[in-house]
């Protein structure tokens, strides 16, 4: 893994380049973005070009043994620190602090990574504090979250915070056509999907998420037509899959932000729904903002229902009722 391996971020990516050029590193970073985006791959990078038996201006080989082992996992002075569950407990950091006190065993540095930074509880954090505090010598910590503002402020303002921005739709696009052979289509609906996450983006199965949307337009077109006690039927099956009705909730409110960006911009890239906008074009005269703004914040307040374990239920037939009669 080297530096060269990641896609986009070419800010904080030249920080890092820079500071390792220049003998300069922070002593702990903190690598803040979406899940998926690149983060943990950077860390990777960077451990790597510190441990590297070759190094160059631009980071590591990624080819020596020493940057093999990082890039395995297997590398004795790279320890990854991760959630057990859903939290990182106070024992792990305290293993991971013991570990640090040790000099290199055959690198040039530490590093402890600890992705999902936001999952240390509060003695966890705590633990940590004392850490960065005191740093080893010849250590680095990175603490990789999408969540900094879940982490003690006293955390943070002894970190050098690299932020990692969702990366643009093209990139992606170019990704998936290049990595999974994907057809322009695809690449842009699976980018548009992925919130600027390139991780996100490689894992999608497209096709489920296009046949989710084609269920929910199917759904859209129909409630138009059906009976009262048609609608009320619908509502009850939708009901029992919580889990699944607040998925149809989120491509709904997808649906209808895709009509509000075209209706403003025209720009057919902006859309998520592959084919959104000849339907947008061909519905424009019953598809007006104020209609869309209107159930757009129906959805929401069906979504806010939900996580106040209002019963799904009476949400689902408030909802359809009001969409099929609208």
């Known amino acids: 893994m080297t530096f060269h391996d990641i896609i986009g971020h070419d800010r904080p990516v030249s920080i890092l380049k820079r500071a390792l050029a220049h003998d300069a590193l922070a002593h702990a970073f903190l690598f803040s973005g979406e899940p998926g985006i690149g983060k943990r791959l950077a860390a990777l990078a960077l451990a790597g070009a510190l441990n590297c038996q070759s190094p160059s201006a631009d980071g590591g080989c990624g080819v020596c043994p020493s940057c093999r082992k990082v890039s395995s996992g297997s590398h004795p002075d790279v320890h990854l620190l991760v959630p057990d569950g859903d939290v990182i407990k106070i024992d792990q950091v305290r293993d991971a602090q013991a570990g640090l006190s040790l000099k290199p065993y055959e690198g040039r540095m530490k590093v402890l990574i600890v992705d999902g930074a936001e999952a240390m509880n509060d003695a966890a954090q705590n633990a940590f504090l004392k850490t960065l505090e005191e740093p080893p010598g010849e250590s680095l910590l990175i603490l990789i979250t999408s969540m900094p503002q879940s982490l003690l402020p006293t955390i943070r303002s002894r970190c050098q915070e690299l932020k990692f921005q969702p990366l643009p739709r093209q990139v992606l696009a170019k990704v998936l056509r290049e990595r999974r052979g994907m057809t322009e289509g695809d690449a842009w609906f699976a980018a548009a999907l992925s ?50 009705f607040n998925r149809l909730l989120d491509i709904g409110m997808e649906w209808l932000r895709d009509r509000l960006v075209f209706l403003e911009t025209g720009d057919e890239h902006l859309l998520v729904f592959s084919g959104g906008a000849d339907r947008i074009r061909s519905e424009r005269d019953h598809c007006s903002r104020p209609k869309a703004l209107r159930d757009m914040e129906l959805f929401a307040l069906s979504r806010s229902l939900l996580e106040r374990r209002v019963s799904a239920q009476l949400v689902a037939e408030n909802l359809f009722l009001k969409l099929g009669r609208t």
Do not use: C, P, T, Y
């Open 195 to 244: 919130r600027g996450s390139v991780g996100r983006a490689l894992e999608m199965d497209v096709q489920k998420e296009k046949s989710d949307r084609e269920h929910f337009l199917a759904l859209w077109d129909g409630l138009g037509l059906m009976r009262n006690d048609e609608i009320l039927a619908l509502a009850d099956g939708i009901s029992k899959d919580r889990e699944g």
